[in-house]
Structures are given as C-alpha cells and as structure tokens.
C-alpha cells in the first residue's frame, strides 16, 4: 500500500484477526499504530514516521532497540544449538552464575519465559515450604495476569480497599486468598499479619512499584517488611522483573540493602528477548521438583531457551563492561530536572517522579506515598500531554500513571529534543479551557 494510510490499513487487518487487534490488553491505545523498525532509541511506524520510545515495551529495552551484541549472541547461540529440551545447556549455566553472582538473594535460579511464570512459581513455593494459604499484595503492584496477583493494581476509587480483579473468570476462591495492603505502611501490612497469623504464606512486592509510575519506598519500609515476614514465617518475595537490571546489576534489593527470599527477574535482563527468572534461597529453590526429592512441580518447553540465555548474557555482559548504568541514570537525572524547570516555569500543579533511568510526570501535587495519593493525579491531562507527545514524535505510552524509560541508546540530543517538545505541549495546554482546574492559580 502506497502513501500515508498504511498503518490504518494495518490497524483494520489487526483487528479482522485478532481481537481488538492487539496481542496484550493495554497495547490498545489511541492513537492506533503499527510498528514496523526499531533501532537504538528510536522506533519507526508502519507510515515511516520516526518516534523517540520511552516506552520501551514496558521495560525490557535497556540497551536500546535492535542491541547489535545481543543479537549477535542470540543468533549464534540459535545457529550452533536451538532447543534440545532436555538436560542443560551451557548458556544455562553460565546464566545462573552470573545471576547468582550479582544478585544479593540469588542462591540458586531457575528460567521460565515471562515474568508472570516466575511470579506464579515463586507463590506456589511459598505455599507449599509454609503449608499455607495466603498471600499479601499492596494496591499498585503488578504481578502478571494469574489469579492470585491479578488484582488491584489501577483501580478506580471506589474499589481501592475492596478486592478488584483484573479479569472475569478468576476464581473467587482463590482472589479471596490474596489480602491486598497499602504500600509504605507497615501499619497496616502488621495489622494484616496479625489477623491472619499462621495462614500467610508469602508477601509479593515490588519494591519500587512502577506499575503505578514511580513511587520510592519510605526510608525503613522494607527493612520492617524484611523484619515482619521474618519473624512470622512468610517467605519475602521482591519482584524485581523492572527494577532487577533496570536499576543494577544487582536489582534494586542490592541498592536498598534489604534481600528477600526470594526475587522474581525479566524485562531489562535480556533486552527483550522473552526470558525471565526465579531465585532465592537454595532450601527454598531446591523444593522445586528440577531437584531430585523435590515436590514443587516446575516445567516448560522453553525454559531456559538458547535464545533468551544467550540475549541475557549478552545483556549483563554489556552492564558489566560499559557504564550502561551511569549513562542511564545521568539521563534520566537531565529528564527529570529539565521537566521539573519546565512545570515550575509554567506554573502546572504536577509532581515529576521517577528513580534512574525511570521517570514521568505526575499531574498533581505530593506527597506521593501510596495508590491512593495517586487518585489525585489528573488523568485526562496526563493522557492528553502523552497523546500530544507522541503526535510529535516522542512515545511515551499515553495511559494513566505509566513510567517511561532511558536507554543506553539514548542521548543528551534525545533528552533535550524531548524537553522541548514537552515543553511546547505543556504551553498549548495551559492555553486550553480545561487547563484552569490544573492550574496552580
Ligand atoms: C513487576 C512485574 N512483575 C511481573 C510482571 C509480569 O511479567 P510478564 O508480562 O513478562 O508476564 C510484570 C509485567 O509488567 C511486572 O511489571
């Protein structure tokens, strides 16, 4: 097809085959598009046009798009070996060293595919080394899409303190397993234990919940998380599938100094290639049935997949060897205080967040603490600045309280390009009618 109308040609045929046309429910945004190129930190839609991608397909991309020594690797390792399905390979062992090496909790790992598998896996442990049934989430986190964690993540008002799953078709006897806290109290996370004492099995978290943009833990938060699981028995799960690589090679429990007991990997570990991982505590781990006398059952045909391995070697290779963590943080530093000067300048009631190379704008004022501070966000708006970006050409996904991300591949130019840009979309909305109910005055 010839001219501009190739991506809505595209989005029509996406949509004949595929339910709503998108293979993940929150991929349906407005404006619909069809990409078709991706290198370094820019992405390219089926019309040709260029966008600078702060979305980074929610977080794997850490190195930029198209990473040529991670292609190179996955593509060797498919050429010599591709998937035997039975014993190990190498590249398996020399992952899990690596992992077990730079990740503080990290006694013995096992790969899966998804983040959602490693989380799904890290719970079925803990019920069955505590023999017992419950679980505890904070309104925020993210855990995947199985019934035990999909729950209270985004919710409207009216359901925060009452159980909200994400789907139809969850079993209500097991959503009624999950107690749902609020992140940064321990009050309350104390006053939950206590009243299920003896049936809690684990505590999930994500120690920065960036489901929810970016909201840091209090100072003390989750050493008294690490201190109440431990005096009760809970195996402490961080899920660390953003922040683990995202923030260092050794996940954000190696920046806060607190080790779970077990840690849940994907995303940034391998640069978009679909891999992610369990580890933890060897007493724990060695439960799984991968172990000879082991009775927690672990599987799948992919695991461990030459392609991923090799992809996440190369990826922590990269973080190893070449200040990948500087640069990202140093950008993200430049983003954060640029948006700041620009808010401040133009006088929007907003609240720029973010941790390394993680960052966006909130459009209300703190404190931000919890899920619920966040209701006072300015939804509209927030979707009505993205939307507004990413007609210009910067795609930041144009949804509610979604983080944005830097990449190796992006540079002091795109920064300071994306600034301007947002500050040109920040002006045309002052200037709009609506623009008085956010204003400072
Ligand atoms: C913190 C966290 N855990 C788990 C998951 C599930 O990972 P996946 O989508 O790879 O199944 C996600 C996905 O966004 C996540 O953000």
């Given at each position: 097809m010839?001219?501009?109308?190739?991506?809505d040609?595209?989005v029509?045929?996406?949509?004949e085959?595929i339910?709503?046309?998108?293979?993940?429910?929150?991929?349906?945004?407005?404006?619909?598009?069809v990409?078709?190129?991706?290198?370094?930190?820019i992405i390219?839609?089926?019309?040709?046009?260029d966008?600078?991608?702060?979305?980074?397909?929610?977080?794997?991309?850490?190195l930029?798009?198209n990473?040529?020594?991670?292609?190179?690797?996955?593509?060797?390792?498919?050429?010599?070996?591709?998937?035997i399905?039975?014993?190990?390979t190498e590249?398996?062992?020399?992952?899990a060293?690596?992992?077990?090496?730079?990740?503080?909790?990290?006694?013995?790992?096992?790969?899966c595919?998804?983040?959602s598998?490693?989380t799904y896996?890290?719970?079925?442990?803990?019920?069955?080394?505590?023999?017992?049934?419950?679980?505890?989430?904070?309104?925020?986190?993210?855990?995947g899409?199985?019934?035990s964690?999909?729950?209270?993540?985004i919710?409207?008002?009216?359901?925060?303190?009452?159980?909200?799953?994400?789907?139809?078709?969850?079993?209500?006897?097991?959503?009624?397993h999950?107690?749902?806290c609020?992140?940064n109290?321990l009050?309350?996370?104390?006053?939950?234990?206590?009243?299920?004492?003896?049936?809690i099995?684990?505590?999930i978290i994500?120690?920065?919940p960036?489901?929810?943009?970016?909201?840091?833990?209090?100072?003390?938060?989750l050493?008294g998380?690490?201190?109440?699981?431990?005096l009760?028995g809970i195996?402490?799960i961080?899920?660390e599938?953003?922040?683990?690589?995202?923030?260092?090679?050794g996940?954000?429990?190696?920046?806060?100094?607190?080790?779970?007991?077990?840690?849940t990997?994907?995303?940034a570990?391998?640069?978009?290639?679909?891999?992610?991982?369990?580890?933890?505590?060897?007493?724990?781990m060695?439960?799984f049935?991968?172990?000879?006398?082991?009775?927690?059952?672990?599987?799948g045909?992919?695991?461990g997949?030459?392609a991923?391995?090799?992809a996440?070697?190369?990826?922590?290779e990269a973080?190893?060897?070449?200040?990948?963590?500087?640069?990202?943080?140093?950008?993200?530093?430049?983003m954060?205080?640029?948006?700041?000067?620009?808010?401040?300048?133009?006088?929007?009631r907003?609240?720029?967040?973010?941790?390394?190379s993680?960052?966006?704008t909130?459009?209300?004022?703190?404190?931000?603490e919890?899920?619920?501070?966040?209701?006072?966000?300015?939804?509209?708006?927030?979707v009505?600045?993205?939307?507004?970006?990413?007609?210009?050409?910067?795609?930041k996904?144009p949804?509610?309280?979604?983080?944005?991300?830097?990449?190796?591949?992006?540079t002091?130019?795109?920064?300071?390009?994306?600034?301007?840009?947002?500050?040109d979309?920040?002006k045309?909305?002052?200037?709009?009618?609506?623009?008085?109910a956010?204003?400072?005055n």
């Amino acid at each position: 097809m010839i001219g501009s109308n190739l991506n809505d040609h595209l989005v029509r045929q996406a949509s004949e085959f595929i339910p709503g046309g998108v293979n993940t429910s929150l991929r349906r945004v407005e404006p619909r598009l069809v990409f078709t190129r991706a290198a370094g930190a820019i992405i390219t839609d089926a019309d040709g046009k260029d966008y600078i991608d702060y979305h980074a397909a929610f977080g794997p991309i850490i190195l930029g798009h198209n990473f040529e020594a991670v292609n190179r690797r996955a593509i060797e390792a498919m050429e010599t070996i591709d998937l035997i399905g039975t014993g190990t390979t190498e590249l398996e062992i020399e992952l899990a060293r690596k992992i077990c090496r730079h990740i503080p909790s990290a006694e013995k790992v096992l790969f899966c595919n998804a983040g959602s598998e490693a989380t799904y896996q890290a719970i079925r442990l803990a019920r069955a080394v505590t023999g017992r049934k419950k679980i505890i989430k904070f309104q925020g986190c993210y855990h995947g899409w199985h019934d035990s964690v999909a729950m209270n993540v985004i919710s409207p008002p009216d359901k925060v303190g009452q159980m909200d799953p994400l789907s139809a078709g969850s079993l209500p006897e097991v959503l009624s397993h999950t107690i749902v806290c609020k992140f940064n109290s321990l009050e309350a996370l104390e006053k939950a234990v206590a009243e299920n004492r003896g049936h809690i099995a684990a505590i999930i978290i994500e120690p920065i919940p960036h489901n929810i943009g970016c909201v840091l833990p209090k100072p003390g938060f989750l050493e008294g998380l690490r201190e109440i699981s431990r005096l009760n028995g809970i195996v402490l799960i961080f899920d660390e599938v953003i922040t683990g690589f995202r923030h260092g090679l050794g996940g954000y429990q190696k920046i806060c100094g607190v080790t779970p007991d077990l840690t849940t990997l994907g995303k940034a570990m391998a640069n978009g290639y679909p891999i992610a991982a369990l580890c933890g505590k060897r007493e724990l781990m060695e439960r799984f049935n991968t172990n000879p006398g082991g009775d927690v059952f672990f599987a799948g045909t992919y695991n461990g997949h030459p392609a991923g391995c090799a992809a996440a070697l190369a990826t922590i290779e990269a973080m190893e060897s070449q200040p990948v963590h500087d640069h990202v943080f140093r950008l993200g530093d430049k983003m954060r205080s640029g948006l700041k000067g620009i808010v401040d300048r133009l006088g929007i009631r907003a609240t720029v967040a973010g941790f390394g190379s993680v960052f966006l704008t909130y459009f209300m004022e703190g404190p931000i603490e919890n899920y619920s501070d966040l209701l006072r966000n300015d939804q509209q708006l927030m979707v009505m600045y993205r939307r507004r970006l990413v007609d210009r050409g910067i795609f930041k996904l144009p949804l509610n309280l979604k983080r944005n991300h830097i990449s190796f591949s992006h540079t002091d130019q795109h920064v300071e390009r994306t600034l301007q840009v947002a500050e040109d979309v920040l002006k045309e909305i002052c200037k709009l009618p609506r623009r008085s109910a956010s204003a400072r005055n």
